[in-house]
């Protein structure tokens, strides 16, 4: 293993929240790798933060809780000086986890009393004040989210609802101290953590609320949030002369030859993305059902996209609106949550290198299913593995057999 030990370990639980953190440091001058899981034979050059992508987030708990104990182990090999647990801005999670069990685990592991819960970014719209979470001007339970099929959030009140994942007590960083700087934000989790407190949420209405949460995480040996929160550890690094000042942060190497996007999220946001580009850049939409049966292939498709790079970025994309899904899931079912990923693991992606332009995936969330609403029952759904998004009596009437023959069925057609 060459290379220097990373000042910061970070685990993300999904890839796109992984790219994004690894964006985050990276433009705070962190030179950065990104990998697939984790990779224990990796040639890890010199690097100042090593950032692990899982795909934890809807996973069932025990597995998240393992994939995530790996890789906080595997850091800790590598001599990483801080850790960071990343999740969604808009906490993605149910009653039962992940973020609280996966937060147990990483604190019991690295011996700690208290870590901070910080999912705010409020350049992408997500605050907290008294600890409730805000998508836009909105609650977060009067967002879209409040309707997400595998993970609805209909609970703005972090503490409250993290509180539901652990046995762990929870408190809160009110806006009113986060305000008056980093020691005031320290003095208050030290409170916290003589009181027995495990988890601080804290509030942010700015970008500068994040930094100064992140310098008052300096001692701390874990960080939870979102990536807005990493955009104060660097600095702290630096004041420890462990963290060079690069007069220039972003130092990439311009890319070469046109972009390929790869879009599968089915979110609001991201339909409006593809939209907007479809409208001006040539556009493949991958037919599921075709898929499915046979009739198209990961060949045919990527030959089609290639056939279009002459005339710029082209756009590969499964997104489609509720109805669609709904129609498709119909026909083929729901892919259970513990089904392969589909990312191979063991590879390692550098966020400050590359001379080839990458493929891109935006649309971080995956909305699989657009369910009527009215008809569903989340916990209902949530007991089902392989049911993301259905009305109780539809998932009480259908059998798993039944759906074996159904697919086998459509399979013969």
């Known amino acids: 293993m060459s290379g220097s030990a990373p000042l910061l370990g970070a685990i993300a639980d999904d890839v796109t929240g992984a790219a994004d953190l690894c964006s985050t440091l990276v433009r705070e001058g962190m030179r950065t790798v990104l990998t697939i899981g984790v990779v224990r034979d990796l040639d890890l050059p010199a690097v100042d933060a090593l950032v692990v992508a899982l795909k934890s987030r809807t996973a069932p708990v025990a597995e998240a809780v393992g994939d995530a104990s790996e890789a906080l182990a595997w850091l800790r090999d590598l001599g990483a000086k801080q850790f960071f647990f990343k999740y969604c801005s808009t906490f993605d999670s149910t009653p039962e986890g992940n973020i609280g069990p996966v937060g147990d685990a990483l604190l019991e592991a690295v011996g700690a009393d208290i870590t901070v819960v910080c999912p705010a970014y409020p350049t992408n719209s997500r605050t907290v004040y008294q600890g409730h979470l805000f998508v836009g001007d909105r609650l977060l339970s009067e967002s879209s989210m409040a309707r997400h099929p595998l993970t609805p959030m209909t609970d703005p009140d972090i503490a409250r609802f993290i509180g539901n994942q652990t046995s762990r007590s929870v408190g809160l960083v009110p806006y009113r101290i986060v305000r008056d700087g980093p020691e005031a934000i320290e003095r208050r989790l030290e409170e916290l953590r003589r009181a027995g407190i495990s988890y601080a949420v804290t509030d942010a209405l700015e970008d500068a609320h994040l930094r100064a949460i992140g ?42 030859g046109p972009p390929v996007v790869v879009v599968g999220s089915c979110s609001a946001a991201t339909q409006e993305q593809v939209r907007r580009m ?76 590359g001379k080839r332009r990458p493929t891109t995936r935006f649309g971080g969330r995956r909305d699989v299913c657009g369910h009527r609403e009215g008809t569903w029952d989340p916990h209902a759904c949530r007991r089902e593995r392989d049911c993301a998004w259905r009305s109780v009596d539809d998932v009480a009437r259908r059998s798993a057999a039944r759906r074996r023959a159904q697919v086998r069925e459509l399979r013969r057609a």
């Open 215 to 256: 310098a008052a995480c300096a001692n701390l040996v874990l960080v939870t949030g979102a990536s807005g929160v990493a955009l104060g550890l660097p600095e702290n690094f630096r004041r420890r002369s462990l963290l060079p000042e690069r007069a220039n942060r972003v130092d990439l190497p311009p890319l070469e």
């Open 278 to 353: 479809a409208a001006h850049y040539p556009a493949i939409k991958v037919n599921v059902l075709d898929v499915y049966r046979g009739q198209s292939d990961v060949e045919s498709l990527a030959a089609s996209a290639v056939a279009h790079l002459a005339e710029g970025p082209v756009l590969v994309y499964t997104t489609a609106p509720p109805d669609e899904v709904a129609h498709v899931q119909e026909r083929v079912g729901v892919v259970p949550r513990e089904h392969p990923d589909r990312v191979r693991p063991g590879r390692a992606y550098p966020a400050s290198r």
